[in-house]
């Protein structure tokens, strides 16, 4: 059975692109069929991150339109044999796409693969509304702070209604992923914390990805972190997130701070 | 000395008044026509009583005495007709209602004795219950009375009550209660972080709240014109 799974946050630059790789390498990773695409129309940047710039020939416009056929515009991963990319155009607008020509889309992916990531775009507007329109399931992406949060609020409210489960009745099942999360920050009383922001948004939390320069290395060399360092903290974060995300259960971990030997004697600075 | 009393002189008070009358436009052959008011008349007994009803011969070249048949005829029917217009003033008589000019036309609505008797309909709920959180950016409005939430109410969510409001969570946005001008209608809430609270038009904002009054249980009112707001329990 087919899962469509949006991946959104309302505030741009949170992370849902990075998510969205990381997330659909992790479960390709493990087994499934899965294919990850990018509605956000003229500002693409999944492509970039999953390594793929220089193979798009045709997207996700084309095919909504009619211009070309699903299999043309597929990009199949270098690395992982059953994961999949759909690219959106770079040249063209959200407007050009439509709601009955996604769900066509959306339709056909559903016969071919067993997660369909959508990697919306920021924003509240056309783009974001038709990524989650046809979606089972929604990972919000949030950081720990209050302006992210508020956003991430709002679109969960979108998914209640606006979405083609919502309006049938049902409900679109909803998951928080917590990124650009700082130990060092939270123990300072810097930012948010996870119970404050779970209280807030009244929805399940499905991990908390650390701040790292991992994930930033990865998506210069347009590799999913779950793919470049496989070891590294937020790789593990997202690989747990994605068993869960397959109904395992697998233990919280609130990432803590690890502190150097200069740190801890240089740690307190006095006021 | 002569004592004369004037006289007081009663003045004629005209009134304007304006009735909807209903407008018959018979049409030849008159036997038929009259046909179809009697078939009205069958589905609904007593339709044209107490109503004001004018003849409008315009389209039907009728003579006087055909004029004094017609208007006998709808007697007959207990219909009694007000005024005769589109027709010459020469071919009635001095017993025929009179002519009348300057009517304007305007939409009847109909309401016909009830052929079954409707069921009777349900009486407005007077409360609103919500069982999910509000969210950023929702705005739920219900004028009939009370709103009570099963949840929070996010930052930049709106709750709008003709009556009190009842939350059950983290009221984080704006509730305005007593908006039709019910300064009886209050605010509760379990925890009070609101940005705006109101009550019959008063209001108050974050910044005026007590901070000592935050994360709290909590209540707002009016007395007289001033915003209270007290801690539950």
Redesign the interface.
Known sequence: MAKVLVVTSGKGGVGKTTSTAALGAALAQGGQNVVVVDFDVGLRNLDLVMGAERRVVFDLINVVQGVAKLPQALIRDKRLENLWLLPASQTRDKDALTDEGVGRVITELRSRFDWILCDSPAGIERGATLAMRYADEAVIVTNPEVSSVRDSDRIIGMLDSKTVKAERGEHVEKHVLITRYDPARAARGEMLNIDDILEILATPLLGIIPESQDVLKASNVGTPVTLNNAESAPARAYVDASRRLMGEEVAMVVPAERRGFMNRLLGRRAA | MDVRADPTRQLVRLRGRSYVAFVFSPVVPIVEWLAEIDATLARSPGYFVGKPIVLDLAAVDLSSSAIAHLVGSLNERSIRVLGIEGVDEDRLAANMPPLLTGGRACVITRNEPAQKPEPEAKPKPTSLLLD???????SIVFMEGDVTVL??V????EIVAGGSIHIYG?L?GRAMAGVNGNSNARIYCQKIEAELLAIDGYYQTAEEIDETLRNRPAQAWLQGDTMKITPLN
């Open positions: 999910s959180p509000v969210r950023s950016g929702q949840g929070s996010g930052s930049g969510a983290t984080r």
